[in-house]
């Protein structure tokens, strides 16, 4: 079976706004079309909470040019993960935070107090790992002899009891 032949669309963006810092804005028509979603889905989307205009007016609202990738990403995390629009739009949140906060990482100088090693750094050494066991040792040996000393003096008490019940009531 042979697929009909794609038919190829070439659209013109028109850029009438741009957002106090230079960049372009563009309509929920043209994100619909960078993004390939319908239009439906896009204000969809909007209505979510994935996007917030930055221009524009009530009824025509503008939003930055690179928002397309993000209602895509949206869209991407929904199919690849079986999630509901609502939980694919926090995953792209989640996911836009960790990116933002991974290159504020990067960016950061390096801490000079820092530990120069990964054992300094929390990675359990050997001498830690036998101390750790060493303390643990001696915790069971503890936690033994405190039932041992349970076990002699309930069994003391037995006796008592036996002896006690055992001698005639001087009353009687």
């Given at each position: 079976?042979?697929?009909?032949?794609?038919?190829?669309?070439?659209?013109?963006?028109?850029?009438?706004?741009?957002?106090?810092?230079?960049?372009?804005?563009?309509?929920?028509?043209?994100?619909?079309?960078?993004?390939?979603?319908?239009?439906?889905?896009?204000?969809?989307?909007?209505?979510?909470?994935?996007?917030?205009?930055?221009?524009?007016?009530?009824?025509?609202?503008?939003?930055?040019?690179?928002?397309?990738?993000?209602?895509?990403?949206?869209?991407?995390?929904?199919?690849?993960?079986?999630?509901?629009?609502?939980?694919?739009?926090?995953?792209?949140?989640?996911?836009s935070?960790?990116q933002?906060?991974?290159?504020?990482?990067?960016?950061?100088?390096?801490?000079?107090?820092?530990?120069?090693?990964?054992?300094?750094?929390?990675?359990?050494?050997?001498s830690?790992?036998?101390?750790?066991?060493?303390?643990?040792?001696?915790?069971?040996?503890?936690?033994d002899?405190?039932?041992?000393?349970?076990?002699?003096?309930?069994?003391?008490?037995?006796?008592?009891?036996?002896?006690?019940?055992?001698?005639?009531?001087?009353?009687?």
């Open positions: 079976m042979s697929q009909p032949p794609r038919v190829q669309r070439h659209y013109r963006l028109s850029i009438r706004d741009l957002s106090p810092e230079g960049r372009p804005l563009v309509t929920i028509e043209m994100l619909a079309v960078e993004s390939g979603l319908h239009p439906e889905l896009v204000q969809r989307l909007i209505a979510l909470g994935a996007l917030e205009p930055v221009g524009g007016t009530s009824s025509q609202p503008r939003y930055p040019r690179d928002a397309a990738a993000i209602l895509a990403r949206i869209v991407r995390l929904r199919g690849d993960l079986g999630l509901n629009y609502a939980g694919a739009l926090l995953a792209n949140e989640l996911l935070r960790i933002l906060l991974e290159r504020q990482l990067r960016l950061q100088p390096p801490d000079t107090d820092a530990p120069d090693t990964e054992a300094e750094a929390g990675e359990i050494t050997d830690d790992a036998d101390a750790h066991q060493g303390a643990a040792q001696q915790d069971a040996a503890q936690q002899s405190a039932q041992q000393d349970s076990a002699q003096q309930d069994s003391a008490q037995q006796e008592s009891a036996k002896q006690g019940s055992a001698q005639p009531d001087p009353e009687r």
